[in-house]
Nanobody, 120 residues
Framework: QVRLVESGGGLVQPGGSLRLSCAAS????????MGWYRQAPGKQRELVAT???????TYTDSVKGRFTISGDNAKRTVFLQMNSLKPEDTATYYC??????????????WGQGIQVTVSS
């Protein structure tokens, strides 16, 4: 019953900005962390940024200083503010949640992915 739904992707010119959102719904007993991953054609999926329910964040080196991850625990929503976008940021972005349910225990849940294209 857990679902993660991403929104906010699209086409943007180099140097532009986008803000991604991911909302988790369903019967969630404990939410430990959420994060963003991305996958470009022909490449492996890579971690972009993570945030714990306590507010601790991590970023991959290539986005440090440009991207900011934040969250709203009450709404069980995570955001990714992406500034100074580069063509190499083009990818499908996936939201992930580390959480616990009664039925399945602790595990990772994934959104369906949303496209971000940076091109002039």
């Amino acid at each position: 019953q857990v679902r993660l739904v991403e929104s906010g992707g699209g086409l943007v010119q180099p140097g532009g900005s986008l803000r991604l959102s991911c909302a988790a719904s369903g019967i969630i007993f404990s939410l430990y962390a959420m994060g963003w991953y991305r996958q470009a054609p022909g490449k492996q999926r890579e971690l972009v940024a993570t945030i714990t329910s306590g507010g601790s964040t991590t970023y991959t080196d290539s986005v440090k200083g440009r991207f900011t991850i934040s969250g709203d625990n009450a709404k069980r929503t995570v955001f990714l503010q992406m500034n100074s976008l580069k063509p190499e940021d083009t990818a499908t972005y996936y939201c992930k949640a580390d959480l616990r349910t009664l039925a399945a225990g602790r595990g990772d849940y994934w959104g369906q992915g949303i496209q971000v294209t940076v091109s002039s």
